[in-house]
């Protein structure tokens, strides 16, 4: 069995920006970009975003059956 190596890692965000949502048809939603520090360099993780109607959590439907 190989020897568990621990490597540090630092998470970052972008500061949120506005973003048009195309199912509201309004700018009610937030993209940020989300970063990841290696000690070998910094990687982009991706973009994110979320509406503050569309994905708002108290407001969901059970689509269960």
């Known amino acids: 069995m190989n020897p ?3 490597a540090p890692i630092t ?11 195309p199912a509201c048809k309004a700018y009610t939603a937030v993209a940020f ?3 990841a520090l290696f000690p070998t360099g ?3 993780l991706g973009t994110f975003t979320v509406c503050e109607l569309c ?5 969901q ?5």
């Open 61 to 65: 439907e059970d689509t269960r059956v």
């Open 55 to 59: 994905d708002d959590p108290s407001d």
């Open 42 to 44: 910094l990687t982009w």
């Open 11 to 21: 998470t970052a965000t972008s500061e949120p920006r506005e973003k048009w949502c």
């Open 33 to 35: 970009d989300v970063h």
């Open 4 to 6: 568990r190596v621990e």
